[in-house]
C-alpha cells in the first residue's frame, strides 16, 4: 500500500503539467470599461489592445493565432508593454522573430511600444549588440512609434487624449521587496502631468502604480509578473519574477487613489515555463466619456 502516495503525487504532477501545456497555448481576453469625464466625446468608444511579455512564445504558425484573436477585438490602437522578446543569448537562437510574425498580422494597426526589462537589457548591455540592428529593423519596418520617458497625443476628430511610455531603473527590478522611488522621481523623467487631460501610462513593471497615478496618470498599463505564475482561487498569483509572493499586482484591475491600474497577465512565459489558472492574455480596454 506504499504506492498509492508516490503514484497519487506523480499522477498529480502530470496531470498539473499537461494543464500547463494546454493553458501556456490557450488564449484569453480580459475585457475593462473605463468612464471619465476627461474622455473627450470623440473618443467615447475607443479601443486599444495592451499585449505585453511575448518572450518569444507562438500560437499557431507564424503568430497567426495571436494576431488573428486581436483583430478580431478590432482595435484602435495596440499598444506594446514590453519583453517581446527574451535577452537569453545562450538560449534564443532567433531574438525578436515570434514578435516580428506577430506584427506582419497586425499591420494597417498603430502600434506604439514601452521597454520592458529585457528589451532595457538588450539596449544597453554590451553581450547583446548584434541583435539592436534586427530590433531596431522591427520596428522601423512597421511603423512603431517607441516612447522612452517619452508622450504623444492621440488624436481624433479634433480631439486628443495623452499617452506616455517609461519604465523605472533596473535597481527598481531586484527581487525582494519594493525599492521606493526618490522624491519627484516621476516628474523628473516625464515632467509635469496635464490634470485636465486624459493620461495613460505604460510601464512594464506594476509595482510603482500609485506613484504613476498621484503623479497624474489616469490609466496605467503594465505586466512583467506574468500573472503570478500559478494562480490560486482566492489568493491570486503564487509569486511573481521578483519574488514577492501573492501580489495584487499580479493579474487584473488595481484600483488607485487618484487613478486605475491595469496587470496584463502576459502572453508568455520566461525562466519558469509553467501557467495554471493563468491563460495567455490579450488586454482589451473601452474608453467611455462620463455622462
Request: with cysteine.
Amino acid at each position: 500500500m506504499y504506492w498509492i502516495i508516490p503514484a497519487a503525487v506523480l499522477l498529480l504532477t502530470a496531470l498539473f503539467l499537461l494543464r500547463s501545456s494546454y493553458e501556456r497555448k490557450t488564449l484569453s481576453v480580459s475585457e475593462y470599461t473605463l468612464e471619465s469625464g476627461k474622455i473627450p466625446a470623440s473618443f467615447d468608444g475607443y479601443r486599444m489592445v495592451y499585449l505585453t511579455d511575448l518572450h518569444d512564445d507562438i500560437f499557431g504558425p507564424r503568430n497567426e493565432q495571436l494576431a488573428e484573436k486581436v483583430r478580431e477585438l478590432k482595435p484602435d490602437i495596440v499598444l506594446i508593454g514590453g519583453d517581446m522578446t527574451s535577452a537569453q543569448i545562450r538560449h534564443n537562437a532567433e531574438p525578436f522573430k515570434a514578435w516580428d510574425d506577430l506584427m506582419a498580422g497586425l499591420q494597417g494597426i498603430p502600434s506604439v511600444l514601452s521597454f520592458g526589462n529585457h528589451e532595457y537589457r538588450i539596449y544597453t548591455e554590451e553581450t547583446y549588440e548584434p541583435w539592436r540592428g534586427t530590433g531596431k529593423a522591427l520596428v522601423e519596418k512597421y511603423g512603431i512609434t517607441v516612447l522612452h520617458d517619452e508622450k504623444i497625443e492621440l488624436r481624433r476628430e479634433g480631439d486628443s487624449i495623452l499617452l506616455y511610455g517609461t519604465d523605472p531603473d533596473p535597481d527598481y527590478y531586484k527581487h525582494g521587496r519594493k525599492r521606493p522611488f526618490p522624491d519627484h522621481y516621476v516628474e523628473n523623467r516625464l515632467g509635469k502631468a496635464d490634470p485636465e487631460r486624459f493620461t495613460v501610462l505604460l510601464s512594464h513593471t506594476p509595482l510603482y502604480m500609485e506613484e504613476y497615478t498621484d503623479w497624474g496618470a489616469d490609466l496605467v498599463l503594465s505586466g512583467h509578473f506574468h500573472g503570478g505564475t500559478i494562480r490560486l482561487p482566492g489568493l491570486g498569483g503564487v509569486m511573481t519574477p521578483q519574488f514577492q509572493f501573492f501580489s495584487k499586482y499580479c493579474r487584473g484591475r488595481v484600483a488607485c487613489e487618484k487613478g486605475l491600474g491595469i496587470v496584463s497577465g502576459g502572453l508568455g512565459t520566461h525562466s519558469i515555463n509553467l501557467r495554471f489558472n493563468n491563460k495567455p492574455d490579450i488586454v482589451l480596454i473601452r474608453l467611455k466619456k462620463a455622462g
